[in-house]
């Protein structure tokens, strides 16, 4: 079964628009992380923001905010006053378990692109 | 410093062949990692070292040999590879393996492509 699900495998935004992605996870275990990354098409993974299964306040870093739903399982992206460099794809991760067992699974991932 | 470095760039490889891709990180990161991403997929994890000992193996094929000679080097060791093996390999690093709210911080990637 998917554990992380993004149901939106391409999403378009015109510049300075907000925009929201899609992320919903499974899990059993009370205590997890979850992640966002981008991914240019160079390749690498840029960590964008995290929240905890235990915060109460959601994540917020610059131009992107998490909405956390707990109850719903949802841990969508709002990017706000997108820019071009803002198109990639993008990743939501959930990071379980404890000690060296951990690890983190990712979704399907949204490619977003930017428009003028 | 939050640079986690890969070489080589791009690398082509015959099936007989033996290479190895190299992962760096200088920022006392005491767990590393090996991602296998496919086109248009997500990364799959491959390998998780912690404190320079092997904790996750994700069933990986035994022509994958992953090697941590110290805390600030992982690499891993190609052998007898099938062109199904192309992908992009991505190596990570975090503070502590396991701890919920640290990061993984990404290197730019391998291209590997086996003919």
């Known amino acids: 079964a998917q554990k992380i699900t993004q149901t939106q495998p391409g999403m378009f935004v015109q510049e300075k628009e907000a925009v929201t992605l899609d992320c919903t996870y499974d899990t059993s275990d009370p205590s997890y992380g979850l992640f966002w990354y981008k991914q240019p098409s160079s390749g690498e993974m840029i960590f964008l923001i995290y929240?905890?299964?235990?915060?109460?306040q959601n994540a917020t870093e610059g131009r992107y905010s998490l909405n956390f739903q707990k109850a719903r399982k949802s841990a969508n992206l709002v990017i706000s006053a997108s820019q071009l460099g803002d198109s990639a794809m993008y990743f939501c991760a959930m990071r379980e378990g404890r000690g060296t067992a951990s690890k983190l699974t990712f979704g399907t991932g949204t490619r977003l692109q930017v428009t003028l | 410093d939050t640079e986690v470095t890969q070489t080589p760039k791009h690398l082509v490889m015959g099936m007989t062949n033996k290479k190895s891709l190299k992962c760096e990180q200088h920022?006392?990161?005491?767990?590393m990692y090996w991602y296998k991403q496919k086109a248009k997929k997500p990364p799959e994890l491959m390998f998780v070292?912690?404190?320079?000992?092997?904790?996750i193996n994700e069933s990986v094929p035994s022509r994958f040999s992953p090697e941590c000679p110290n805390s600030s080097l992982l690499n891993l060791h190609l052998h007898a590879l099938q062109p199904e093996d192309s992908a992009l390999y991505l190596c990570?690093?975090?503070?502590?393996?396991?701890?919920?709210?640290?990061?993984?911080?990404f290197g730019p990637g391998t291209r590997l492509t086996v003919t």
């Open positions: 070292y912690s404190y320079e000992k092997l904790s």
């Open positions: 929240q905890g299964s235990y915060d109460q």
């Open positions: 920022m006392g990161h005491r767990a």
């Open positions: 990570a690093s975090s503070q502590v393996a396991g701890t919920e709210n640290y990061e993984q911080y």
